[in-house]
């Protein structure tokens, strides 16, 4: 008996999972060997009766981790978008491996399931207009998320002034009212808000030039304490 005699394994069942849908379990010589999801099943056509070389299982194999790694990934993304590096980072902590989480995430990107640039767009435009966050901490979440730096410093440059100064007004109306002391003591908390919130000293000088001329204060000794920040 020669080496592929040795290889040679016979598919003796093929039988469909009760729990897992769409998976099937293989049988090879009467013993169970392995599962595969029905995509797999079709595309190496495992049928009853049909014999499979050992390379011929480690391409089933492959294949079969490839498209758990891809179905889980679309989950992921499929619930919210996510930047690449995140989903490298959850395939990784399900236990995938290099080679396997490469593939998946060229083909999301390939299929334009996960793009960089729009994923970081879609993120500030959130974090400017819906959580009146400032340039400083977006910039900072970017970066934490994996976004290529280019990407983020181009994404910074598409900010809309006008919007963000407009969100950390907003806020800061809010903080003033909330804040106690002296007019010197609100200022202090209310731009240390501001500030944690990622706003630049730039912007924090502007919205004070606004709120001091509301409440007809032309002090403005506070704000050059900010402009280093910008």
Known sequence: MDREEEQLQIITKVEKQK????RYNI??????????????????????????????IEAILLDEE?????????FMVGRRPHAISEVKRKLKEKGFEAP?????????????????????????DNRVLTQRKGRNLIR????????DPNVVKSTMADINPEDEYEGALKIARTKWKQSSGETMDKKRKTAAFLMRRGYTGAIVSKVFAVIMSELGDEDSDLFEEFTEYD
């Open 66 to 74: 490839r498209n758990l790694a891809y179905v889980k990934a679309l």
């Open 140 to 147: 900072q979440e970017l970066q934490y998320k994996g976004i």
């Open 100 to 124: 396997i989480i490469d593939w998946t995430c060229k083909k999301l990107i390939a299929n334009k399931y996960v793009n960089d640039e729009e994923f970081a767009k879609m993120w500030t």
């Open 27 to 56: 049988f090879l010589n009467e013993a169970y060997a392995f599962s595969v999801h029905e995509d797999i099943l079709v595309k190496h056509r495992l049928h009853k009766g049909e014999t499979l070389l050992l390379h011929s």
């Open 19 to 22: 729990q897992g849908r769409h």
